[in-house]
């Protein structure tokens, strides 16, 4: 292993053979099988993390639940500065993180920086939130009488993360949780664990110092069966999961068999939608970044381009080009704009994909394939590529998770929304124009069917402050900004009435 790495491991007290249950204060023993965490950029073994066993999980879970009793009672505005102070850790950190994502993961080191940029972010967002969990107050139809709602925290959250983003959309989830007056556990992705290590020690460092009790962040590690233990878990009122449609429909089927509550942020399928009126340098940029950022490991990854036809050659002529001005390798060196999928398995997945495509009838207009030589020895590094194809074609209905873009010629703006919402997926969305006609258009309700619509910008790179998330089979959560908050709280409303005779409401009279 490189010097550098073994050096910012280090610096994030991640140990060769690491403990994988955490309570914040304590690493708990357990006899789970380890697990081993390989960089897809070198196909190195990073490190061993112990798997979280049952009692392990249970004792994980019963120190979230005392801690929320605690907890719950301290100020918002004292859990934000907590958290404020997580936000100062993050950034003195933020160059070791964003390495250890970059090498854990595959993504650009640029990119990394940028999910940890992504995770101070939302700390500011949060503190600021902290004084801010407003209630409405109504107006009540029986005289002296008021209403109010209240928001209340809600209790331990379960987290269960993706690889493609290992530690901001835990962030998003946790920082807001912290403010609402939760606690949380984290079972980050298997593929990889020590981004999970690395965030649970910045943070236990900083909860340590300011005495928040053991269990306000617990880390579990494992496989699908400590995600089905946290969704089947009543302790658990909260499951927030990211990945793929299938898990989600798991963990939704398991909590809404107990009646709890699920925030999901699943599959997207998202497109751009380039008018005669788009520009066109600017239309290239987004698309490319959009669809061989992360490797096409993005939920909100650019799948599909549906370009005018009147503009359509120029546009495809301009992303061959621009393909072949792309650089693959080592996504440490600042020169490489692509860096590896994440594992062998899922490179197999690209190569399947790139299959039914010409199966279906497609034409590969950039050709795909793995890499090889000694740069590329682990194996995951493949070809970013451009194929014209039907929208209707199995193979483009399904997320690849893959740098693999699909051309898609239309001739009216009706039929390109169409061919944009006629997917299963409804996480985000595009249009290059500088026409407020077309604008509007995607934008009404009879527009874009997606969580995420954007003007002459593409479909990734979303800012904290809005709202994260989509419909139809990404699952409906939203995350991060705005109000999204309030899943993390229950809501109360009261009913004050400081009068002397009591009035029931619907002027119904009951004298006794
Ligand atoms: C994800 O892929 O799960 O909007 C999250 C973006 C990032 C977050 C992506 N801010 O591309």
Redesign the pocket.
Known sequence: MDKKIAQILKELGIKAAQPGTSTGVRWLKSAGKDIASYSPVDGSLIGKIKSTDRKAFDAAVAASQKAFLQWRTVPAPKRGEVVRQIGEALRAKKDALGMLVSYEMGKSLQEGLGEVQ?MIDICDFAVGLSRQLHGLTMHSERPLHRMYEQWHPLGVVGIIS?F??PV??WSWNAMLAWVCGDTCLWKPSEKTPLCGIACQNIVSEVFKKNQVPEGVSSLVNGDYRVGEWISSSSQIPLVSA?GSTRMGVAVAKTVAARLGRSLL?LG?NNAIIVTANADLDMTVRGAVFGAVG?AGQ????TRRLIVHESVYKKVRERLVKAYAQLKIGNPLNAANHVGPLIDRAAVQQYLSALKKIVSEGGKILVAGGVLKGNEFGSGCYVKPAIAEVRNNFRIVQEETFAPILYLIKYKTLDEAIALQNGVRQGL?SAIMTSNMYEMEQFLSAAGSDCGIANVNIGT?????GGA?GGEKETGGGRESGSDAWKVYMRRQTNTIHYGKTLALAQGIKFDV
Not at 298 to 301: D, E, F, I, S, Y
Not at 460 to 464: P, V
């Open positions: 992504e993706a493609n983003f901001a959309v990211t942020e997207g992360t993005r939920c909100t990854t985000s990734s790179g979303a800012e904290i994260f």
